[in-house]
């Protein structure tokens, strides 16, 4: 099952996950990054982590925008 992941303490909170796909990611201002809806944190690495049945186009789109690439998309 495929995976979205977001290595959450990398964030730099720039918004663009959420411009582009609001129903996954929302931005929390209080501490300036972005949460993934849904995901449960790895207690290990602290990312954020989604599986899904199918990674939605605009989750690949906010992937590739990320300035700083903490969001991975795995197959």
């Not at 979205?4 to 929302?26: F, M, N, V």
């Not at 989604?50 to 789109?61: G, T």
């Amino acid at each position: 099952m495929p995976k979205i992941t977001h290595h959450y303490e990398g964030c730099i909170g720039c918004g663009s996950c959420e411009a582009l796909c609001p129903e996954y990611w929302k931005m929390d201002y209080e501490k300036g990054k972005a949460d993934l809806i849904g995901a449960s944190k790895d207690p290990i690495t602290g990312d954020e982590e989604l599986e899904v049945k199918e990674v939605a186009p605009c989750n690949r789109e906010a992937a590739d925008v990320c300035p700083v690439q903490v969001i991975k998309i795995i197959e």
